[in-house]
């Protein structure tokens, strides 16, 4: 698995303030309302894997194909992969890249979700 690193800011509240979206209304109608929300899961997860007892490693997964998975959480020997999406309505082509990553790793998959908004 080539493990890479992906960046967020650390409080979504500030990216939005910095992107100049102060209400959330016109937020919902950009391209950015998605980033930020991902940062938003970035920051929960990171707080749930520091809590956890052995630590969770969180993971950003890209095959040469540019499938993806937002988050990888790595515990011990298993795998969970987390797609997140900013969107009401959810379909087929969402879930891809969890798809070719239940594929690769199917042994080590103990959980695979898809969030959305």
Known sequence: MI???KVYFIDPNITRFLCEYYDENP???TKKAGAIFESLVSLHLTV????????????YWRTISWK???FVLEYGTKL???????????????????????????RNSCGNYLLFR
């Open 3 to 5: 493990k890479s690193p």
């Open 27 to 29: 937020l919902k109608l």
């Open 68 to 70: 993806e998975v937002d």
């Open 80 to 106: 969970i992969a987390i797609e997140v999406k900013f969107s009401d309505t959810v379909n087929y082509r969402d879930a891809g890249g969890i798809r070719a990553f239940v594929e690769e790793y199917s």
């Open 48 to 59: 749930l894997c520091e809590m956890m007892v052995p630590k969770v490693q969180i993971f």
